[in-house]
């Protein structure tokens, strides 16, 4: 960290190897001493990175011990690295399978944490108690939206099913004018099947149009669902038009809420939980705050039985070798690499490139290279063992630490955790996120505590005092993990709080519309 005994340093450098550090304050040449005698040459805002030494152009600039970039003219210690002076260039990465995979320390059974969950039919654990009314198609969506604002908070329609969290419409923009051979049909079903089917719905209406491709019987027998008491469909075609579909649909609502409500959270063990990790408006700080503090916390609750999902492959690009060394076995480290091989296609196929990252909000945070800020966000999947390696929106089977194949379009990539049965989501955040994604709870981490103080509302919690050193990635990640069981338990978000969720459910749209 730089610090010495005159307090914490104004540069935080993560990695004895790294030729560069980050700015835990605002620098100014005119008055911000810097340790060892370093001259100051520009301003650097706070998580922007400053040169510990003169790298020569073409040269590696080194964050984490990693190679995040290269020199693109010669840089002076002192100097601002930054966009003016950091650029990609290709970098030959060495694989190495399983070297790093360890058994977990698992915390024995009898003295594993616990949380207020409810227990379904099949076992599964979930943390909230929806109904679900799951659009099959985007012509149907208006009808789901008007059966869900009959039951809205304002109207107290559900104000005597105190069990029930509320009334919750899946819609989307597909359903139809698609090849049913190809990946976007089977991602559309495996999400609408996998919300479906969540461990937080306890009921749903399923509607369709009636003459739309992604017919309801084929989607259910295409995932092995079946119609029940607390499953029930119907189209508007069949129905007779809008107003009777939305008369039927508040019937079936009504029918279905005294079942629904009849379900009591009990004790359950945190070997229940399966968390979704995800960043969105990262920052400079996001890979040493937030990031690795929700890394300490997935590593617990691995060790205490449950799984955390680590997903956003475009954002894990560059830095993919550092989980093939922790893979369970070779065929999980080989099935990672098929991923990026098959981005690197779909990238070229849509004229892309891999590194179209970070975004305009990141650079602001001082991030530069996609390498750069793939090194941070691995870090939210701790130190674990990689288990499995799922493709979007497959059922999460395999418990303990997991990669799901996503987009690192945050709707898109939580749409798919969520639909693979994560019950709970962390999301860090530097430049304030604010977005929910019902039925799961989603915790925001704030990176630094001028963003958590500036948006405080929308904030759960605050990874600052990791960047001012009054506190370690360890005290961070056990907080992190209280206020997973405490959430999981039914204590609101605050973007539950908000009523975020509506409008997040973005299934990832593949191949061609017709």
């Not at 309801?216 to 107003?243: D, K, V, Y």
């Not at 691995?302 to 060394?325: D, K, M, N, S």
Request: some cysteine; charged content about 20%; glycine content about 12%.
């Amino acid at each position: 960290m730089l610090d010495s005994p005159a307090g914490p340093s104004p540069l935080i450098r993560l990695h004895a190897e790294d030729n560069v550090a980050i700015a835990r304050l605002a620098l100014d040449p005119m008055t911000t001493p810097l340790p060892g005698g370093t001259i100051l040459k520009d301003r650097v805002p706070r998580g922007h990175k400053m040169a510990l030494e003169g790298i020569a152009e073409g040269r590696p600039v080194v964050k984490y011990g990693q190679v995040i970039g290269f020199a693109s003219r010669a840089i002076g210690p002192g100097e601002h690295v930054h966009t003016h002076n950091l650029a990609m260039a290709d970098l030959d990465l060495f694989h190495e399978f399983c070297v790093d995979a360890r058994e977990p320390d698992y915390v024995p059974e009898a003295g594993r944490a616990t949380f207020l969950g409810y227990r379904r039919p099949d076992g599964r654990v979930g943390t909230r108690n929806y109904l679900a009314i799951v659009s099959s198609v985007n012509c149907s969506a208006t009808v789901s939206k008007a059966i869900a604002a009959h039951f809205s908070p304002a109207t107290g329609r559900l104000d005597a099913f105190e069990n029930v969290d509320g009334i919750v419409p899946i819609t989307h923009g597909g359903g139809c004018a698609v090849n049913m051979q190809g990946e976007g049909y089977l991602y559309l079903t495996r999400v609408l099947s996998g919300y479906a089917t969540h461990p937080n719905v306890g009921a749903v209406l399923m509607i369709g149009l009636g003459c739309e491709t992604n017919q309801i019987p084929a989607l259910l027998a295409r995932h092995g669902l079946s119609e029940g008491p607390n499953f029930r469909t119907m189209t508007i075609q069949a129905m007779g038009g809008t107003r009777a579909t939305i008369e039927a649909g508040i019937e079936a609502v009504r029918q279905m809420l005294p079942a629904l409500d009849a379900a009591r959270r009990t004790p359950q063990s945190a070997a229940h939980i399966t968390l979704a990790l995800e960043c969105g408006g990262s920052d400079g700080y996001s890979g040493i705050s937030a990031n690795p503090a929700l890394g300490y916390a997935s590593d617990l609750l691995v060790r205490h039985g449950g799984t955390a999902v680590l997903a956003e492959t475009p954002e894990i690009y560059g830095a993919e070798h550092l989980l093939t060394r922790r893979a369970a076995t070779p065929a999980v480290a080989q099935k990672l690499l098929d991923r990026i091989d098959w981005w690197r296609d779909y990238a070229a196929r849509g004229k892309a490139e891999l590194n179209n990252n970070p975004s305009h909000g990141n650079k602001a945070g001082g991030l530069t290279t996609i390498l750069e800020k793939s090194l941070g966000a691995v870090a939210k999947g701790g130190a674990s063992r990689l288990n499995a390696v799922y493709e979007y929106a497959e059922p999460i089977t395999e418990t303990g630490f997991v990669f799901m194949d996503t987009p690192g379009y945050d709707p898109v990539a939580v749409t798919g955790q969520v639909a693979g049965g994560c019950n709970m989501i962390c999301f860090t955040t530097g430049r304030g996120s604010v977005s929910g994604f019902k039925p799961a709870p989603s915790l925001k981490l704030a990176t630094n505590t001028p963003m958590y103080e500036h948006m405080k509302d929308d904030m759960d919690l605050d990874c600052g005092p990791v960047v001012t050193g009054e506190e370690t990635i360890e005290e961070a990640g056990r907080r992190i993990f209280a206020a997973i069981l405490a959430a999981a338990s039914g204590e609101p978000t605050k973007s539950e709080m908000f009523d975020y969720g509506d409008n997040e459910f973005v299934p990832w749209q593949v191949g061609a519309v017709m």
